[in-house]
């Protein structure tokens, strides 16, 4: 098993910036991908950005330009660095992990709210 929580999330303006980081424990061995995803009330889950065991990366349209996703594998760290924030990126936030060879991401994280006012 592994256990994965999101701290960095709280209430900014637009135009302001957040730095979310997700803590990996238990089942670390091995190489995983992480995952940033969110959901805002009333939509679906969606994937913000992606960065593998390499450190390859993919962003969501969305929030390309504007968020950074990196990882510290030694000390099984992942972030998310969010700038010019929006309004509409206003959602819960998660953290996810997926091990070479899984068909999609098995682990989560509870959560970090990120609110951004206009």
């Known amino acids: 098993q592994v256990q994965l929580v999101e701290s960095g999330g709280g209430l900014v303006q637009a135009g302001g910036s957040l730095r979310l980081s997700c803590a990996a424990s238990?089942?670390?061995?091995?190489?995983?991908?992480m995952g940033w995803f969110r959901q805002a009330p009333g939509k679906e889950r969606e994937l913000v950005a992606t960065?593998?065991?390499?450190?390859?990366?993919y962003y969501a349209d969305l929030v390309k330009g504007r968020f950074t996703i990196s990882r510290h594998n030694a000390n099984n760290m992942g972030y998310l660095q969010m700038n010019s924030l929006k309004p509409e990126d206003t959602a819960v936030y998660y953290c996810?992990?997926?091990?070479?060879?899984?068909?999609?991401?098995?682990?989560w994280g509870q959560g970090t709210q990120v609110t951004v006012s206009s």
């Open positions: 238990g089942r670390t061995f091995g190489s995983y991908a």
């Open positions: 996810a992990v997926k091990f070479v060879g899984d068909l999609d991401y098995g682990y």
């Open positions: 960065i593998s065991w390499s450190g390859g990366t």
